[in-house]
């Protein structure tokens, strides 16, 4: 996150810290994610470049995490994945984000994935077909670069506030012109001064709604960070209900 606060996790309880374990068995962070049930993680595909050939086995998942390089036991929950689902029409190889999600599954201990506290929760699916109007304020979290091009994630979690755009500006030439299809929002500051930027990917942008907040988007893409007329992209999470569904077993 560019230009945000630190955020407790307590503020954010659905945010969800996504690991990769590399052959030599090191362990590295590689993208956010949201809890949106006990079991199931939403993020981003473009997280996982082998795709479908992906090893679940490799990944873990630690809820209630406020520092990246430090273990706070009694707020953290640590999982092993157990499936990963990532969105057939995913198609990276041209620079294309169309389809910018992927599910993970959680594997249950004692039959039970996430338990709630204070500093771990589910966050709300939105209601199918619910637009948001231009304008409307919302949050994003991650632990993602605080500039762009260092080499280094934010120790701690940050937080950021940022504005949706319509689509059609957007779109506009002077933006992102037709790299932005109908499954994308795009997300900024007026002044440029806050945006999601890399390692915040997979994580939630998160809107209230008739006062809920609600699970609108996921960081997806951008040409850099906090730059002028480059907002953030995020997919839009409503056009995909029904293959959450269909995915999870959860009911939309
Ligand atoms: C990335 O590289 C990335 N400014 C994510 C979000 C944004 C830019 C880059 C949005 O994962």
């Given at each position: 996150i560019v230009g945000g606060t630190i955020a407790t996790v307590e503020s954010h309880p659905w945010v969800a810290a996504i690991f990769w374990r590399s052959k030599s068995r090191r362990k590295a962070f590689r993208?956010?994610?949201s809890l949106i049930s006990p079991c199931w993680v939403l993020t981003a595909a473009h997280c996982f470049?082998?795709?479908a050939q992906t090893k679940a086995r490799r990944l873990s998942v630690?809820?209630?995490k406020s520092a990246l390089n430090e273990t706070e036991s009694s707020s953290e929950q640590k999982f092993?994945?157990?499936k990963l689902f990532v969105h057939e029409e995913f198609d990276n190889s041209e620079g294309n984000y169309d389809h910018d999600i992927a599910l993970l599954r959680l594997k249950a201990k004692h039959g039970q994935c996430a338990k709630e506290t204070r500093s771990v929760r589910t966050?709300?699916?939105p209601p199918p077909g619910e637009s948001l109007q231009p304008g409307i304020q919302c949050e994003i979290a991650g632990y993602g670069k605080e500039q762009q091009g260092l080499w280094y994630n934010s120790q701690y979690l940050r937080q950021a506030k940022v504005v949706l755009l319509s689509h059609e500006?957007?779109?506009?030439k002077d933006y992102y012109g037709s790299l932005i299809t109908g499954n994308m929002l795009c997300a900024g500051r007026p002044d440029w001064s806050q945006d999601a930027c890399e390692g915040d990917s997979g994580g939630p942008l998160v809107c209230e709604v008739a006062d809920r907040l609600y699970l609108f988007g996921i960081v997806s893409w951008g040409d850099g960070c906090a730059q002028?007329?480059?907002p953030g992209v995020y997919t839009v999470v409503t056009n995909y209900n029904q293959w959450i569904a269909e995915k999870s077993g959860l009911s939309s």
């Open positions: 993208c956010g994610g470049p082998d795709g630690i809820l209630g092993q994945v157990d966050v709300c699916l500006e957007c779109r506009d002028e007329f480059r």
